[in-house]
């Protein structure tokens, strides 16, 4: 059989909730992962060092016994924040980033940015004590084509404000398109990407497929084919620029197979496997642990983790659902087989 062993790695975009959502989804990323960037999307989201120093002792609270997990703390930016806040996040020691949602973009993002141009002085500030800007980056507006959203965003505001703060060291959440692989890797220094496991294992047809599935919805939405291979390409090339980062967004059954339904897909339960899969796809499993483990941790300048984690070859069938509070969770590949399993993790 075949076996893979890996520094143990982090995750850099990564939903978590809160109370009995939080309980129920943590171990599965604490069993894989030794850091994690956490999203500050809560509603009402974490908009503060304060609330982030609170919303931490949570998640550690919430960790099993003996696990040994360490969340990074990110804040959510409004029109509001002040430039002092940004200070106050950088001299804590626990955030690592701030993040820019587009207000409306996506799941609680009501209370986001309206103009990125009303940042100007957070971000100055960010620029000048170096803390990292996380961006979701999708135009909003109702007119544009929801599959154009991330390119339009790309040209109109992101490639703007990467000129306008020449220093401010930027991660562009979640990618997914052939636009945003070419202006990461050909931007300036500090300027990179997490990817998700759903943008490379599938593209928009996992969306219709023999009718419509809720549980492939995600945002930025899944795109054609040709953006996927471009995403798998890129990372098979093994770029520092690009990263692992989920983005698992757990939602309950009920809010995902309704008329209207939420975006987001869980994927914590094989956050690592999934991966593997993609890279052995790719014919790249040697540039597996690159992107795991290391391209994040020194773009975020912390040190490499030491410990390990062991994946097999072998495959096996993911449940239908798992317990999510009042609720049940329906995770990527319920029901079907993934061909990697997590098979031992030791920490150092
Ligand atoms: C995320 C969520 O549910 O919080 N949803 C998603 O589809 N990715 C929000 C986000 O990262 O856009
Ligand atoms: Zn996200």
Redesign the pocket.
Known sequence: MTVLRLTRPDDWHL?VRDGAALAAVIPFTAARFARAII?P?LKPPITTTALAEAYRGRILAALPPGARFEPLMSLYLTDRTDPEEISRAKGSGFVHGAKIYPAG????SDAGVTDVRRLDAVLARMEELDLVLQV?GELTDPAVDVFEREPRFIEQVLAPLAQRHPRLRIVL??ISTITAVQFVLGAREGIAATVTPQHLLMNRNALFAGGIRPHHY??PVLKAERHRAALLAAVAGGSRRLFLGT?S?P?GRRTKEIACG????FSAHAGIELYAEAFEEAGALEKLEGFAAFHGADFYRLPRNTGTITLARESWEVPACYPFGPDELVPLRAGERIHWRLSGAAAA
Do not use: K, S, V
């Open positions: 939903h999203m999307n973009a996506t799941t609680h979701h959440e979640h995600c945002l983005d967004a939602h939420c975006a987001g897909i």
